[in-house]
């Protein structure tokens, strides 16, 4: 059975920090793409960041260029979002997401293996 399974999430300050990791738990995704879609309260799930596993490669949305982070942890089949200079607006459900392959071009409905989401939240 496959699964990931997402943890990090919590309550945090504008301006502050917090990771999400993100473990699968079936060899069968060791070679896929990992990464975050996120939805916010009323608005559709969107891609965040991916890390490519064949390559190397991490892409980012624009709008978290320069603040997130994706790393992988191959060993562990894990990967972390490193979230710096949150914003009020960061705000949402992140999900973690598998696929054969994850970039900036891909929308939810591409995606093959989704966690169950964590929560985060940004006061202001």
């Known amino acids: 059975q496959v699964q990931l399974v997402e943890s990090g999430g919590g309550l945090v300050q504008a301006g502050g920090s917090l990771t999400l990791s993100c473990a699968a738990s079936h060899r069968t995704l060791s070679t896929n793409a990992m990464g975050w879609f996120r939805q916010a309260p009323g608005k559709e799930r969107e891609f965040v960041a991916a890390f490519s596993r064949g390559s190397g490669s991490t892409y980012y949305a624009d709008s978290v260029k320069g603040r997130f982070t994706i790393t992988s942890a191959s060993a562990k089949n894990t990967v972390y979002l490193q979230m710096n200079s949150l914003k009020p607006e960061d705000t949402a459900v992140y999900y973690c997401?598998?696929?054969?392959?994850?970039?900036?071009?891909?929308?939810?409905?591409?995606?093959?293996?989704w966690g169950k989401g964590t929560q985060v939240t940004v006061s202001s």
């Open positions: 997401a598998s696929n054969a392959v994850l970039n900036t071009y891909k929308t939810p409905k591409d995606v093959d293996y």
